[in-house]
């Protein structure tokens, strides 16, 4: 009996069973971790992509509305040339105009001078409608003033035309001193509103 109890106290405490060490959270909250952070990183990848694509959307709008631009002023300078070139056709028509009218009258036309006088007068005719139609394409190209200045432009004209008639019918007539105060007037006019089309429609093209 003694011998036992002489080898149980000899023998070495028991090894206690070692209690295994927390691990950390669950697996389950290791996959939530993983699908925050893979919802995360997907997040930013498709904002990155929505950044890019709407930066190369209002690229591209920028460089259509230049394009437009560029369009809308490239056509303006058309019109503007072609009015500016249908208005001094109608102005050549002034200088022959003024040497087949005498003033005072003299003496009746002679039979090439009325001639030359009806030819000049359907030219004057023909010259002011085309103006009169290029005049209104630019009053709808704009903008406001020049298109105002169109408007002063062919009322110029019209002046000059019904001035020129009223002349040549005084001829016609053998009146001695038909009044040229109208004549002279719209020519002037005629001459002031080209001036200032000119000045507007170089400011309305000009390119920054």
């Given at each position: 009996m003694n011998s036992i109890w002489t080898a149980l106290a000899a023998a070495p405490p028991a090894t206690p069973v070692p209690t295994p060490a927390p691990t950390g959270a669950p697996w389950w909250g290791l996959l939530l971790a993983a699908l925050g952070g893979?919802?995360?990183?997907g997040g930013f990848?498709?904002?990155?992509?929505?950044?890019?694509?709407k930066a190369a959307l209002d690229l591209a709008e920028v460089q259509a509305h230049n394009e437009v631009s560029k369009w809308h002023r490239a056509e303006r300078r058309t019109s503007y040339v072609a009015c500016l070139v249908a208005y001094e056709k109608l102005r050549d028509v002034i200088e022959p105009l003024n040497k087949v009218l005498p003033w005072p009258v003299s003496e009746p036309l002679s039979a090439h001078a009325?001639?030359?006088?009806?030819?000049l007068l359907v030219r004057l005719d023909e010259r002011y409608e085309d103006m009169f139609e290029k005049c209104q394409v630019v009053?709808?190209?704009g903008p406001p003033a020049l298109a105002h200045t169109a408007k002063s432009l062919y009322l110029g004209a019209a002046d000059f035309r019904?001035?020129?008639?009223?002349?040549?019918e005084a001829v016609r007539e053998g009146r001695g001193t038909p009044d040229v105060t109208r004549w002279n007037a719209g020519?002037?006019?005629m001459s002031t509103a080209l001036e200032?089309?000119?000045?507007?429609a170089q400011e309305t093209v000009a390119v920054d």
């Open positions: 893979a919802a995360v990183t990848l498709i904002w990155s992509k929505y950044r890019e694509q009325t001639e030359e006088l009806e030819r009053r709808l190209e019904s001035a020129a008639k009223e002349r040549a020519a002037e006019e200032e089309f000119i000045r507007l």
